[in-house]
């Protein structure tokens, strides 16, 4: 706990650009709320090796997200079951199913359609939300957290030891 704590800190301070940390965070929110056997988290680990993404923000958050989901399962299974039943959508559905590729996604599964969906929906606000956030982090909080009595305090526990010994590692 102490280790992750400490990688969280670290993601948190570096030198990433906050975009990049973002994005991370909306990779690891697809691919940790879905299920980890869809077609969909290749394309998703494609894209967290092939764009310029934290690699470290993006464990971390798909540990957090993998979590997360197990207590929206049941949210989850509610919106990909209502989607699944709209007779409006039956159409497209029957033809989906007819496609191999489409068979191969298990579509037809209601928890990784509701999950898939509102992974979707929910990644625009997210990358927008957690980018404000980090640049206000950076911008206001870790110059006070910096001069604080209580980061001295904090300088002098395992934990600063063991983040201070993963900072000289990286370089």
Known sequence: ????????????????????????????MVAGFTPFASLHNLVVFFLVLVLRVNLSGFILAFIFFSALSFALDPVFHHLGLALLTAGALEGLWTTMYDSTLW??????????????????????????????????????????????????????????????SYSELRY
């Open 103 to 164: 068979r191969l996604e298990r579509f037809n599964n209601s928890v990784l359609m509701g999950s898939l969906v509102f992974s979707l929906a929910a990644a625009a606000p997210l990358f927008i939300v957690s980018n404000l956030l980090i640049r206000k982090y950076r911008e206001n909080i870790l110059a006070y957290v910096r001069r604080s009595h209580v980061m001295q305090a904090f300088k002098a526990t395992k934990l600063y030891r063991v983040y201070s």
């Open 1 to 28: 706990m102490i280790r992750m704590v400490a990688r969280l800190l670290r993601v948190l301070n570096s030198e990433s650009n906050p975009s990049q940390i973002s994005l991370a965070v909306v990779l690891a």
